[in-house]
């Protein structure tokens, strides 16, 4: 489908800038939500992101962790598309679609206590857009830099506006020294436009290393002086929400602590995939679903 | 001078393994000592660490910054033995022996407030081993891997037992994101010997990436499991003092916040160098100073 308007322009050449966002962050009324999500709702609100200490029980976060192990190790995985590895070692690092390809995260991706938040944000029936399971290692864990999801989704895969929601849950202890995520608070405010233009197959490097669509050193310091950064620390079972525009990266890590999440990306079903706006062709199913069939929650 | 034995062997060949400290931590009597002084030597004794929270005034931070600023600048530096350049930008990333190359990082070094803590330390007047300022960009600042300072200053400099011991004087905030320094309580109370041998002029690579004289894994992950892993955090001004043998690192920071800090390693004028025990030359001045004239503090 071919799209009228970009309101969203970005990679269009040299030049690069700041567009205020001009979509809502919260699409329900928070004050009719309960009440014990509707101070998360404003927070998400201000600051592009919350989070749930322990959402998940331990012996649930067990499980999980469990099978990240089972599949980390699986032979069959190891040449599929879905599975990213690192160059040197070739131990995968991140199986993309988790949620098509394992019973168990499927469940996870549709379990009520993410779905009611992600419902409660985005204020329609939700689809799932990208998932997959992250294992950064100890001792040699990489860094990766800062960057907006929006910007690729809508540059790359045709996400026309600004609704969507991402969803990170710890399978293991995130520390402040272990590489864990970092987000910008009140970036979500702000779309960064980048630089440049979108080689062909782009994908088949950015998932490894971005180079394309990165914020400028500029903007960066400008948005982390307005309002600091925070780190996503928390036992394992602890779940990070944050917006599809929210600026975050995490360092490298070289603490014998390795890290582990599932990494989920729930899309509006009013705001369903066009033609890429970089005018190349659209990256694979298991990067950026057009699988647009609302999902149910699962309690 | 030759030893006539080495307690603390390391790099010796293929074995690695982990021998209990013989030496003190605190060579004086703490009980004897003022009262705030003793808890925080306590502290030390203990964890092999301990941080002031803004031990130097704004306005001083502010001077010691300014001077930072300029040497970095300088021209007539950029070509010296002392001054560590990043190999692709070629900017400087420390200048060594900045105590005798600056005035006012000289009276900086026999600061009063530092020399009390260090001389309550090590119980003897001390001399200044190695000093350094070092500079950590945003946006790219790499990660220094885990290591015991002792085991270089024992197996390359020839520093005969533990009793010397560092200080870095922040001068810039560090936050638990910018890539500051991690230290592991209790690290102190083990030596953890290294694989391997020691090349000739090993220090050239080393200042920039460390290869020999790192502990194994294994040791590392025994190590964080004790007692885990605490982040040097803190205002401008703040200092922290870790024993020779206390295992240390950082990783890198991708965040807007460059870090700076003004780093002293004091030793026993009881504790001097004698030949590296790896049997090389050793190390030129400016890394390892045999000057062994104690100084006195400047008030």
């Known amino acids: 489908m071919r799209h009228t ?56 976060v067990s499980r999980y962790h469990a099978e990240l192990e089972r599949l980390l190790a699986d032979d069959a995985l190891k ?3 879905e599975t990213i590895r690192e160059p040197a070692s ?16 499927t469940s996870l ?3 009520k206590r993410i779905l009611d938040v992600v419902e409660a944000i985005i204020g329609s029936k ?12 100890g001792f040699e864990g990489k860094e990766f830099y800062w960057h907006s999801d929006f910007e690729t989704w809508h540059v790359e895969d045709g996400m026309p506006r600004m609704r969507a929601v991402s969803c990170s849950i710890a399978l293991s202890d995130n520390y ?6 970092m987000v910008i608070p009140g970036s979500h405010r702000y779309y960064v436009t980048c630089e440049g233009t979108t080689p062909k ?37 602890s779940v990070i929400f944050f917006d599809c525009n929210t600026m975050h990266g995490s ?28 005018g190349i062709a659209p990256r694979p199913e298991y990067i950026a679903s057009r699988n647009f069939e609302p999902i149910a929650p699962q309690v």
């Open 251 to 278: 360092n490298g890590n070289i603490t014998p602590l390795s890290r582990s999440n599932a990494f989920f990306v729930y899309n509006s079903i009013e705001n369903t995939l066009t033609d890429p706006y970089a």
């Open 90 to 105: 070739n131990e995968i690092r991140s199986i993309f679609s988790v949620h098509t390809l394992n019973a168990l995260f």
């Open 126 to 137: 939700v689809y799932i857009h990208q998932s997959r399971l992250n294992f950064k290692p």
């Open 79 to 81: 040449n599929r598309d």
């Open 109 to 111: 991706s549709r379990d």
């Open 5 to 60: 308007e970009d309101f969203y322009p970005s990679r269009i050449g040299p030049g690069r800038g700041i567009i205020e966002r001009i979509d809502p962050v919260i699409y329900t009324d928070i004050q009719h939500q309960p009440e014990d999500l509707s101070g998360k709702l404003k927070f998400f609100e201000e600051n592009g992101y919350v989070i749930f200490d322990q959402l998940f029980l331990p012996e649930e």
């Open 201 to 237: 197959e782009h994908y088949k490097q950015s998932l490894k290393k971005q180079e394309y669509g990165t914020p400028d050193r500029q903007t960066l310091e400008w948005l982390v002086e307005r309002n600091g950064i925070e780190v996503f620390t928390g036992r394992a079972g």
């Open 176 to 181: 402040v020294f272990n590489g864990s995520l």
